[in-house]
């Protein structure tokens, strides 16, 4: 290193020997200015030019030297020597250096022959240098500090103090677009928010960062100008001396936000649509374009692609065209071109104006034939205006509502037509919604009049024509609107069912596109605010007429409530709380440990108040937790037990409150203060969406007393308590069924017994043989569908919903050997009508069994097997309520059973009539032996006796689906449960020769095995049962001994 100092002060000492040399010439010549060139031997060759600086005594001169160094080392010990050289105020005959600046240090880059020459402090290159060989640094205040060559015409970095205009870098904005992986939040779309601030200086920092070695990029020139949803998507600008700055490397090096793939995007608002003027519905809209850029195009609309049965794209995609324009077509329109490495998007809003609603009433108006003045008033949504026609003649024009005076005269009482249509817009009257006619006629019967009210409070329904369209980013702005224009017509809109009804369709428009974003407390705020006034005292006879409509009003309630849960589940992760006179909110975001939530309720509207009990809860928990106190006035009180009936006799007796926690919770405790304490047996309550009813599955009453319930749930939704007057005794009713079906059950085992000890003394002619084939059939149906039964109950015990997989398989069983059991008793009218009325035909056993069997199974397979087939795809093949049973609710699947049932036992009961009515008129003895009459007497009294109980069985059964007297499923569960005790009785053992023949058989088995008594009339058994005896008596049945009586045993 000593030996490149001392070969640098040798040449810098005889440089400034020839300097000096030099300016005595330049002194005594007298020249303003020169310079001259240097070569020296030495490798590094200096050269050098003089030129004087100013002219007085002391004159001062500026020599810049330009070195060539293979090692930079070379440049900086000369920047220490000549420093030196200044502090010391070194002297060379006479000549002082007083300053020396280093300007421009090129060095080659490593590995290529590429140089890139920098300025030092308080130097700059001039901007054409920056443009001609690019910039390898970032734009400061329109400086260019490094290029990417060494300039081929002798110019090097300039002085700052010598920039002027001509020199400078022009900046070029530039607008571009990042996308960020990230959830949207609300408030991004304020720009006055803290989030919104921070959110913005982290992307300019990163940003800034990021592209400062972007080639001509201005440095620190990045700006956010707003955000949008879909995650984040960030619109910014930058400014760069270049109109076309290679990005390549500015998606590698921006680090620090978490991007999605191919995040960056230039952008360029522009004219897509080329007309000027407003776009209605219906009209044409055709998009083209413009392709400054050669590429592929690619066209998005939101964001999203475009839906072909909305829009179409010509081949070559530069065109795209909205069929039908209509407001939901509004958005952002744009088209994509690849560009510079980036996507080029130029895009435009496209606004569809509303469709115009010109409302005149009644199409036709009839009023009496009299002298008198009417009006007829027509009125238009939105800026649009309508005018009066009648007869082409212009009666009366403007904005809002206008009326037109119609005069009707009693001497000339006439038909006259006026239509109302839009305003100086001449290129819209071809479509229908231009306008609107009323045709005024005159009656002597009297006047039209009014029977409903459907309007809608205008603001609110042009409200709900701009939420067609809305997007995230104009949430808080629209929910804030709504929520201004509810309060300033609440007297309106709590009288008015359909504007209630529009007001909650909004709502749930608003909290279905919130759920991909991040609601934060001034949202939610103007949400409730608009709750808390439909949900007011005032609109309690509104909502009654909502509940009790059809199924369209019936699910307002249900979307109200839908949509509040829906939005609560995506506030921000931040600690808040909002309360209202009737709603009281609550956000907590739990810290790392876990801990119990517990949240009391005391609101200005309520003389109730409400407990939250939530233990354990995990560490970092987001909980929201809502308490209202006049969802009792929205929410009708149905529950799992009322069936479709729209009202009951319950009451929601306290507060209503929805839980949303985004872990696993167990056990959540509630207290309830009662509001009425009438009324008793509480029952805890969700409400079950599925079912569009409350439900207690899952919740348990724990206490109960005078003033206050408590109970908990293990899992989070709506909760609230029913009350009613009086309940039915579901124990009761557990206990008579599975009573009951156990008596059943042995009653049936014992009848298949019964018929095979006697099988063969009972069946000795084909009538009864059929009728006894169909005994047992009835029975083994029975028997396999009560099993089925108890396997359904089981599984619906532990299993709330009932789990398909389960369920549908014994519900399928159940159903097919219940519907056999009718279809056997069809079997037995069939054989009693054959028997009685076709005396003359004589059908072969073979035959009645095939169609038997065909009728008796095959029938049901069917029935089964179609139930199963056109119910299964939707799942409302079984109930969704506690018991494992066909569907009602949904599919009406239970009448695949209850029509065939119903209908075979009004078969049967005619069979039983016409039967009758032939053995009175000619006597069933006349053409049938005894035993066949024997046979056809007993199936007529089965028939007549099983058809009632088993009809009267199932009308109750229908009865319970449409009422909840307890009397009624009373008895419904004791003719259900006992029918096979029934058939036991009915169908078998009042069949004297069933009773005969098994006495006999009992008798005989008793009399092998018990001792004999000798008498004069033979021998006899002391052994038997009593009831066997009595029997015998009873049908006047003697057995006649089997061999006649000896003298061995007797005196003679």
């Not at 839908?562 to 939005?567: G, V």
């Amino acid at each position: 290193m000593a030996s490149k100092r001392q070969i640098l002060k040798q040449i810098l000492g005889l440089t400034v020997a020839i300097l000096l040399t030099h300016v005595l010439e330049v002194a005594t010549n007298d020249f303003q200015e020169t310079s001259m060139g240097l070569q020296f031997s030495y490798i590094d060759e200096p050269r050098h030019h003089i030129r004087q600086r100013r002219a007085d005594p002391f004159t001062d001169y500026m020599a810049e030297i330009e070195i060539h160094a293979s090692d930079i080392s070379v440049i900086n010990e000369l920047k220490i020597y000549l420093n030196e050289l200044v502090q010391n105020h070194t002297v060379f005959n006479n000549v002082v250096l007083l300053s020396s600046n280093f300007t421009t240090v090129c060095s080659m880059l490593p590995g290529t022959t590429n140089y890139q020459c920098n300025c030092e402090n308080q130097y700059f290159w001039p901007c054409d240098n920056c443009k001609k060989y690019g910039s390898c640094g970032s734009i400061t205040n329109k400086e260019c500090s490094c290029i990417k060559a060494l300039p081929n015409n002798g110019k090097f970095c300039q002085p700052i103090s010598e920039m002027t205009n001509a020199t400078a870098c022009q900046q070029t904005a530039i607008t571009m677009s990042v996308e960020i992986n990230e959830i949207f939040d609300t408030s991004l779309t304020n720009r006055a928010d803290d989030n919104y601030k921070t959110k913005a200086q982290q992307i300019e920092s990163t940003i800034n960062k990021g592209f400062k070695s972007l080639s001509n990029y201005v440095n620190g020139s990045a700006k956010v100008t707003g955000f949008r949803s879909g995650s984040i998507i960030a619109d910014y600008t930058i400014n760069s001396i270049s109109n076309t700055p290679d990005f390549t490397s500015a998606n590698i090096n921006v680090s620090g936000i978490p991007l999605v793939q191919n995040a960056f995007s230039l952008t360029e608002e522009t004219m897509l649509f080329i007309r000027t003027d407003k776009i209605y519905p219906k009209q044409s809209v055709t998009l083209y374009c413009p392709q400054s850029v050669m590429g592929p195009i690619m066209w998005k609309v939101n964001e999203k692609d475009p839906d072909s049965t909305k829009y179409s794209i010509s081949p070559d995609n530069s065109t795209l065209i909205v069929k039908g324009a209509e407001i939901s077509h509004s958005g952002r329109y744009s088209c994509i071109l690849q560009t510079n490495s980036l996507p080029y998007i130029q895009w435009q809003n496209i606004v569809i104006e509303q469709e115009p609603s010109i409302i005149v009433g009644d199409n036709e108006q009839v009023y009496p034939c009299e002298d008198k003045t009417v009006q007829l008033t027509c009125c238009v949504n939105g800026d649009y205006s309508v005018e009066w026609v009648l007869n082409g003649i212009v009666q009366t024009s403007g904005s809002g509502c206008i009326a037109v005076n119609h005069k009707i005269q009693k001497i000339n009482c006439k038909e006259d037509n006026y239509t109302c249509q839009l305003k100086n817009l001449p290129q819209l009257l071809d479509y229908s919604y231009s306008k609107r006619s009323v045709t005024v006629k005159t009656s002597t019967e009297g006047g039209w009049k009014k029977t409903q009210d459907n309007c809608v409070v205008r603001a609110i329904k042009e409200l709900r024509s701009r939420a067609q369209v809305l997007v995230v980013e104009d949430i808080p702005e629209f929910l804030e609107e709504l929520s201004n224009k509810t309060y300033k017509y609440k007297k309106d809109i709590v009288e008015s069912a359909a504007t209630i009804q529009t007001i909650v369709e909004i709502l749930t428009i608003v909290a279905n596109i919130s759920q991909n974003i991040t609601i934060n407390k001034p949202v939610i705020e103007d949400f409730l605010n608009i709750v808390e006034i439909i949900t007011s005292d005032e609109s309690k006879n509104t909502w009654t007429e909502l509940n009790n409509g059809d199924m369209t009003k019936r699910n307002v309630s249900t979307n109200l409530l839908q949509a509040i849960e829906t939005i609560s589940s995506h506030l921000s992760d931040v600690d808040f709380s909002i309360t209202k006179p009737s709603i009281q909110l609550i956000r907590n975001i739990t810290d790392d440990n876990s801990t119990n939530i517990d949240v009391k309720s005391h609101l200005d509207n309520s003389t109730t108040g409400t407990e939250i009990l939530i233990p354990n809860v995990p560490k970092s928990t987001a909980i929201t937790i809502i308490v209202f106190t006049n969802l009792d006035n929205v929410l009708p009180t149905r529950n799992t037990s009322d069936n479709d009936k729209t009202t009951s006799e319950n009451i929601i007796n306290g507060d209503v409150v929805v839980v949303q926690v985004n872990q696993t919770i167990h056990n959540i405790s509630f207290t309830f203060n009662i509001k009425n304490t009438s009324l008793k047996n509480p029952q805890s309550v969700f409400w079950n969406f599925s079912l569009d009813r409350w439900d207690s599955n899952g919740c348990e009453v724990k206490r109960s007393g005078n003033e206050t319930v408590t109970y908990e749930c293990n899992h989070t939704t709506s909760f609230s308590i029913l009350m009613s007057p009086f309940a039915i005794d579901n124990l009761a009713l557990a206990y008579i069924t599975y009573i009951g079906v156990a008596i059943s059950l042995a009653s049936l085992i014992l009848c298949l017994i019964i018929e095979a000890i006697v099988w063969k003394s009972v069946t000795r002619n084909d009538t009864a043989y059929m009728r006894h084939v169909s005994i047992v059939n009835v029975a083994v149906s029975l028997l396999i569908a009560n099993i089925c039964f108890i396997i359904g109950a089981a599984i619906a015990d532990k299993e709330q919903p009932p789990s398909v997989g389960h369920c549908s398989p014994v519900v399928f069983f159940m159903h097919f050997f219940y519907l056999a059991v009718f279809f056997w008793m069809f079997i037995t009218a069939l054989l009693l009508l054959y028997r009685t009325v076709m005396v003359f035909s004589q059908m072969s056993k073979t035959n009645m069994m095939v169609i038997a069997f065909t009728v008796g199974y095959c029938a049901p397979l069917l029935i089964a097997v179609i139930t199963v087939a056109s119910t299964a795809g939707p799942e409302n093949y079984i109930s969704k309520e506690n018991a494992c049973w066909l569907n009602w609710d949904e599919s009406k699947a239970l009448l695949a059973f209850v029509v065939p049932a119903l209908t075979i036992v009004a078969f049967n009961l005619v069979v039983l009539i016409v039967v009758l009515c032939k053995m009175v008129r000619r006597g069933v003895g006349a053409l049938t032996n005894s035993n066949e009459k024997h046979t056809l007497v007993v199936i007529a009294r089965c028939v007549a006796i099983l058809t009632p109980i088993f009809g009267l069985t199932w009308g109750f059964g229908i009865g319970t689906m449409v009422s909840r007297e307890s009397a009624l499923h009373i008895l419904f569960a004791i003719l259900n449960s006992f029918q096979g005790f029934f058939v036991l009785v009915f169908g078998l053992l009042f069949d004297s020769k069933v009773r005969e023949s098994l006495a006999g058989k009992l008798s005989l088995k008793n009399l092998s095995s018990s001792p004999t008594r000798s008498t004069n009339a033979g021998t006899s058994s002391t052994g038997g049962l009593g009831i066997l005896r009595w029997l015998r008596r009873r049908n006047v049945y003697n057995l006649s001994d089997p061999s006649p009586a000896t003298s061995a045993n007797s005196s003679t």
